[in-house]
């Protein structure tokens, strides 16, 4: 992996005149409009990076996107892997090392996600504060590399405490419904039943999706402070369950994007 990294960094360095990024921001299923408030001084598709795997949906645009966002200089990785895509994990979290290796300090991540809390309603904003992870593989799986991060990572506090609460405040003074929880990453590409719900509810779930927990496993590896949030797109209440299709979590997604993205640029200016 190390020469991989080495092999895909020099080849960004080199398309981006030696940009000098301060933080990453993972863009989610329906939420790549982040992009508009970005300065942008470089783009590379995925598909010309050395090493990095291409994504394989038709909703996710696949480049890195580089520039200046309210006065800080950002990575935006829009489009993100998936492990339903066929992809390993560490072939997913390859880009957040080498967002580190390129030198973020930060990482913001963003999802759509299913609701398990009656409370948390379709179109309302989640910031995570815990996860439990139901994929069948970790990103760590396998030898480990101790310059990358020690062998058996804490994860007591996998999201950075103080950006919860200051990303709280900002909720509220923009008055924007916006709640924290637990998410639960599932293998996906299809959705859950309602037993499965009903389950993921039962053992603490706010919140499932497909996505978020390896990267922000891998960031954890290597020291990133990590703030994630999850823009609800559909309810998996499993007494009242209805069927929802991939039109109604991108409509529902793109809805709610502009609250989301309000707080994430405000948020990403205090650091």
């Not at 973020?104 to 504060?129: E, Q, R, T, Y």
């Not at 139901?134 to 760590?140: A, V």
């Not at 900002?170 to 039943?193: F, K, M, S, W």
Request: charged fraction near 20%.
């Amino acid at each position: 992996m190390f020469q991989a990294l080495h092999e895909t960094v020099e080849y960004i360095r080199r398309k981006t005149n030696n940009f000098q990024p301060e933080i990453g921001i993972v863009l989610g299923t329906g939420l790549g409009g982040l992009v508009n408030d970005i300065e942008v001084e470089y783009q590379i598709m995925y598909s010309n990076i050395p090493n990095f795997p291409i994504s394989t949906l038709e909703f996710h645009s696949g480049k890195l996107i580089f520039g200046k966002l309210n006065g800080k200089s950002v990575i935006a990785m829009q489009g993100r892997l998936h492990y339903y895509e066929g992809y390993s994990m560490q072939q997913i979290t390859f880009p957040i090392r080498t967002l580190k290796v390129l030198g973020i300090k930060h990482l913001i991540v963003s999802n759509a996600a299913g609701s398990l809390n009656p409370d948390f309603k379709k179109g309302d904003l989640m910031i995570i504060n815990d996860h439990i992870n139901l994929q069948p593989e970790s990103p760590l799986r396998g030898s480990n590399d101790a310059d990358m991060g020690p062998r058996f990572p804490d994860m007591s506090r996998p999201y950075n405490t103080d950006l919860i609460k200051k990303a709280l405040e900002l909720a509220i003074d923009h008055n924007i419904r916006c709640h924290q929880g637990v998410y639960i990453a599932v293998t996906g590409p299809n959705l859950e039943t309602k037993a499965e719900y009903k389950y993921l509810k039962i053992i603490g779930g706010d919140a499932v999706g497909m996505s978020t927990v390896p990267e922000v496993i891998v960031a954890n590896h290597m020291n990133i402070p990590v703030f994630a949030i999850s823009v609800l797109t559909d309810e998996g209440f499993s007494e009242i369950l209805q069927p929802v299709s991939l039109e109604e979590i991108l409509e529902t997604a793109r809805a709610a994007e502009p609250k989301m993205t309000k707080i994430l640029i405000q948020l990403i200016s205090t650091l």
